[in-house]
């Protein structure tokens, strides 16, 4: 009976480099969403994807950032020529029809940038 | 002005304490959550409130739906209940989170 499943839990990037994270939500669930959080900060929106599509991604930032569902596999974000304000922990949540229903979290990802 | 607003943002207590934690909101809701974030990050759902009132243990979620309000109470307060409460809601299928309420209690 796993939980929301995130990978890795921590991540060093270079400046430039590219960031892959993974959330596995849990069975049965088809909603993911990604949220942000940098140091001392709240939880911040970034996108909500059901199965291959994307609902909302008025949180991501407009350039180096896209995330996926497919149909099969784990939900992705990835970032691209990373920067050091990306560094934060980013945490995958999953319900199995939306917000009106308790959402269940992953562990997060810390990412850093060198 | 932030749809989701908590107070206090911290809260220092002796341990024994009836601690209250407060939020309100702006939007038009089907659901509010209270979630608690621990140092190491680790996040759990409490409670999911569409009306009303829910007790789990010493904790207990209230929710005012005409006034756009809701706290979370917790009784007999503990060292170990030290931690961030978030509160967080749900206008339609996104989640929208407060900055959340760093409690410490004292032994």
């Known amino acids: 009976n796993a939980g929301v499943m995130q990978n890795p839990r921590h991540l060093v990037r270079r400046r430039g480099q590219e960031a892959r994270l993974r959330c596995s939500p849990m069975k049965g669930h088809s909603h993911v969403y990604w949220y942000r959080q940098l140091p001392e900060e709240g939880l911040k929106f970034m996108v909500y994807?059901?199965?291959?599509?994307?609902?909302?991604e008025s949180g991501m930032p407009k350039e180096r950032f896209s995330a996926e569902f497919p149909k099969e596999g784990p939900s992705i974000l990835r970032i691209q020529q990373v920067v050091r304000g990306d560094s934060a922990a980013y945490f995958c949540?999953?319900?199995?029809?939306?917000?009106?229903?308790?959402?269940?979290f992953g562990e997060g990802s810390w990412l850093t940038v060198v | 002005k932030n749809e989701v607003e908590q107070s206090p943002q911290n809260l220092t207590a002796q341990e024994g304490e009836f601690i209250t934690i407060n939020c309100s909101y702006s939007?038009?809701?089907?659901?509010l959550h209270w979630l608690q974030q621990h140092p190491g990050g680790g996040i759990v759902s409490l409670f999911m409130?569409?009306?009303g009132k829910k007790k789990h243990g010493r904790l207990i979620a209230t929710i005012n739906i005409q006034e756009k309000h809701s706290s979370l109470h917790i009784t007999a307060s503990h060292p170990r209940d030290s931690a961030v409460y978030i509160c967080a809601v749900s206008p339609d299928d996104k989640i929208i989170f407060g900055k959340g309420t760093r409690l410490h209690i004292l032994p």
């Open positions: 994807l059901q199965k291959e599509n994307i609902i909302d």
């Open positions: 939007v038009g809701i089907s659901a």
């Open positions: 409130l569409s009306s």
């Open positions: 949540a999953s319900s199995p029809q939306g917000g009106a229903y308790t959402i269940y």
